[in-house]
């Protein structure tokens, strides 16, 4: 699959781009291969993001809490690495220090595990060993909001840029 995405970020308050996604409950396990992504923008994104409805819609619209791995195309940011949204409204986040570079592609792999509350991001050059990133209980850690029902789980893309578009693949 392709995703194309213009779009400003997703970041602080609120987020633009593209959700390609499905509804997930319980416990689950999901791997992306992300072979290519070409944008202009240093902070050109594509993500494995695991999203909670808005509360209102059901929709992954709005500034909603999220969990993300993605891979960055310029050589400024090209890594791989966590990005959350701990509560709706909140800003994002992200700590470079949980960040593995440089990316590459086509074999650049990431995924997202929940066990009960638990989120868990990992990376991966080979899709058989993979580094863990980033491990959250949303259930135990009063910042966040419980992520243990339905959610969504997609591939998301921006550009960072509202006037360019990015391909990711």
């Known amino acids: 699959i ?7 970020n997703k970041k602080n308050a609120s987020d633009a781009g593209h959700f390609y996604y499905t509804e997930v409950t319980g416990d689950f396990d999901v791997k992306v291969q992300i072979e290519s992504l070409t944008g202009t923008h240093d902070w ?12 209102f819609t ?7 809490a999220f969990f993300a791995m993605m891979g960055t195309r310029a050589a400024s ?26 990316v590459q592609y086509p074999n650049e792999f990431v995924r997202i595990t929940r066990i ?8 991966s ?6 580094l863990e990133q980033m ?10 909001e419980d992520f243990g029902g339905p ?11 509202n006037a360019a578009d990015v391909v990711a693949t």
Request: aromatic share 6%; net charge negative.
């Open 135 to 144: 491990s959250i209980d949303t259930a135990e850690d009063a910042a966040w």
């Open 125 to 130: 050059n080979d899709n058989a060993n993979w």
């Open 44 to 55: 050109a994104k594509a993500e494995l993001m695991v999203r909670n409805p808005d509360g």
């Open 58 to 64: 059901g929709a992954p619209t709005g500034p909603d």
């Open 2 to 8: 392709s995703v194309v995405a213009g779009s400003s």
């Open 77 to 102: 940011q090209n890594k791989v690495s966590p990005q959350w949204r701990a509560t709706n409204g909140g800003g994002a986040a992200w700590d470079d220090t949980l960040s593995r570079g440089p």
């Open 151 to 161: 959610v969504y789980v997609g591939l998301a893309v921006t550009s960072h840029d």
């Open 116 to 123: 009960g509350s638990v989120l868990h991001g990992y990376s």
